[in-house]
């Protein structure tokens, strides 16, 4: 089992920024990668960005690429969301997830889930 902790949401004027942070622990060595999604009302959970824990290698979402940075702490077995230059649309709430197969835009892939942290973007 892994267990994950989201932290850093809130309200944030449009252009603003936010950094939010998952926390592991638990059997983390299992964990081959990391992922952000986030849902956002009455749609559906969305890919935001992932990182691979060993390789550092990252994929994003065409909405938050060139805005948003994911980056990990290994020492700590925490993963960073740097968002900057936020919009209305990223409003949702964010999750974290982690894969013990690989590193994937797929909800599928990642089997550990937090509970998810507000993010809010007021025009």
């Known amino acids: 089992q892994v267990r994950l902790v989201e932290s850093g949401g809130g309200l944030v004027q449009a252009g603003g920024s936010l950094r939010l942070s998952c926390a592991a622990s638990?059997?983390?060595?299992?964990?081959?990668?990391m992922a952000w999604f986030r849902q956002a009302p009455g749609k559906e959970r969305e890919f935001v960005t992932a990182i691979n824990w060993s390789t550092t290698s990252t994929i994003y979402a065409d909405s938050v690429k060139g805005r948003s940075t994911i980056s990990r702490d290994n020492a700590k077995n925490t993963v960073y969301l740097q968002m900057n230059s936020l919009k209305p649309e990223d409003t949702a709430v964010y999750y974290c997830?982690?894969?013990?197969?690989?590193?994937?835009?797929?909800?599928?892939?990642?089997?550990?889930w937090g509970q998810g942290t507000q993010v809010t973007v007021s025009s």
């Open positions: 997830a982690t894969s013990i197969w690989r590193i994937s835009r797929s909800a599928h892939e990642y089997a550990y």
């Open positions: 638990g059997r983390t060595f299992d964990s081959v990668a």
